[in-house]
């Protein structure tokens, strides 16, 4: 199937980006090429124009190429660091507060979770606090992790690991949340009860509100800058002033955004909502 002539590419281009503000421009030819022929190929689809005519009439198609194109790769603890950084200096202070003011829950959101891990890695993170912090656990743990794709949202429910999948995972760690099953390693009820799995595109404005944390980890770095602004005052709308939002490690908050956060540490990117909120004009 030919997926390389310049109007076929401009055709995608074009609807990702009138659909969902999504922008290829900056891809490669050749990764564009092998992702959009296996996404045209599963669908049997013979021509370049036949899948832009199933994308044009397929929502859930548009959602599956774009999960493609921005690689659901992801582990568990992804950048260690960076889940050690998020353990000290968000984790334990607000799950502290939370009990020593007698509030009842904690709510993060784990967006563009993909198969999950990110998600687990987090409840890992909040069980460890707890535990330190109160042992009578009586502190509410919600934990939404969100993606596009509903093919990665059906592995993150399952909460099963294949063996090669767990190399982030430290053996203790892995003996306290996981089970070994024939089919590999099932996350613990403890993990399930604080977490749970929906469907949700970024660009959408978010119905939740109060949340205490974002942990939004290599996903905006696929969008274009007007994207970027958009998916950025979603997660300002959403977020409690003094809630925190965690990006992946190469990106960062770009232009007038960056006056919306305080830095708390840049190298792992987390980045505080303000207690009395700046604005931007529009937001
Ligand atoms: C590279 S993975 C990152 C997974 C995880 N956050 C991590 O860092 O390991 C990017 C994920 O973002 C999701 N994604 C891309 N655009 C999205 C959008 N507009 N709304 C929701 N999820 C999106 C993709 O489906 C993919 O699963």
């Known amino acids: 199937m030919e997926v390389e002539g310049d109007e076929t590419y401009n055709l995608i281009r074009r609807h990702l980006l009138n659909a969902r503000g999504f922008d290829i421009s900056g891809y490669s030819r050749s990764f564009l090429n092998r992702s959009v022929r296996k996404r045209a190929g599963r669908l049997g689809c013979e021509s370049g124009m036949e899948y ?87 502190l509410v743990v919600r934990i939404v992790g969100t993606d596009l794709s509903s093919s990665a949202l059906e592995i993150a429910r399952t909460g099963i690991y294949a063996k090669e999948r767990m190399r982030g995972v430290s053996r203790r760690l892995l003996k306290e949340y996981f089970s070994a099953s024939e089919s590999g390693y099932e996350v613990t009820p403890e993990l399930r009860r604080m977490t749970k799995f929906s469907k949700g595109n970024l660009l959408d404005r978010p119905t939740g509100k109060f949340l205490d944390v974002i942990v939004c980890r290599n996903v905006i770095i696929y969008f274009s800058r007007v994207v970027h602004d958009q998916v950025i005052d979603n997660f300002v709308r959403v977020l409690k002033p003094g809630g925190y ?26 980045f505080r909502k303000p207690l009395t909120p700046m604005s931007l004009s529009g937001l």
């Not at 859930?60 to 790769?73: G, K, M, R, T, W």
């Open 52 to 138: 832009i005519g199933r994308l044009r009439k397929d929502e859930e198609e548009v959602n599956e190429l774009i999960a493609a194109l921005s690689v659901n790769v992801t582990d568990f603890f992804r950048d260690a660091d960076a889940f050690a950084a998020l353990s000290k200096l968000v984790l334990q202070p607000l799950v502290e507060t939370k009990i020593r003011l007698g509030w009842s829950a904690l709510r993060i959101w784990s967006a563009g979770c993909a198969t999950g891990q990110e998600t687990y890695s987090i409840a890992i993170c909040v069980a460890e606090e707890l535990k330190k912090a109160d042992p009578d656990r009586n």
């Open 245 to 270: 939002l965690m990006l992946g490690r190469t990106e960062t908050l770009m232009g007038p955004r960056r006056q919306l956060f305080e830095a708390v540490d840049h190298e792992n990117r987390i």
